[in-house]
């Protein structure tokens, strides 16, 4: 699967989610529903994923991936009343740590369903 169909996949199980749980929950519960509404579609789900963070060939600390998705895609998962700009600047941290391109930021705790795509590499727009 193409990242572009990828991603469009992971927003639709996460906005089925937010439809049938609203908000109010811990950020535990809405990873445990997305991780069974990507693997009834027959997607590779892992939850927890250690990443190691390196600084010159020196491991300095470790964190763990809310989800990794057909081993192309973080999800790092939010139950908050707003995103902050650190939630982003954490998933593209975790990017790079991780050699990832693709993240999405979903948050399950505002009214409105929000879910950000963020990138490891700063891509500037073309006009």
């Known amino acids: 699967m193409d990242i ?3 991603v469009t996949e992971i927003v ?3 906005f089925q989610v937010k439809k049938r749980l609203v908000s109010g929950f811990l950020e535990s ?3 445990k529903a997305l991780i069974i509404e990507l693997t009834e579609r027959g997607l590779d789900v892992q939850s927890q994923v ?3 963070v390196d600084y010159k060939g020196h491991v300095i600390g470790e964190f ?3 989800l990794l998705v057909e081993d192309k895609v973080i999800v790092e998962v939010k139950a ?3 995103l902050l700009t650190v939630h ?3 998933l593209v941290n975790y990017l790079t740590a991780a050699h990832k391109d693709v993240g999405l930021l979903i948050n399950f705790g505002e009214e409105q369903f929000v879910a950000k795509r963020k990138y490891r590499l700063y891509t500037p727009t073309k006009r």
């Open 50 to 52: 250690p990443i190691e």
């Open 29 to 31: 519960i809405y990873e």
């Open 80 to 82: 908050v009343n707003q």
């Open 88 to 90: 982003s600047l954490q």
């Open 12 to 14: 639709d199980a996460a």
């Open 64 to 66: 763990k991936l809310d």
């Open 4 to 6: 572009e169909s990828l």
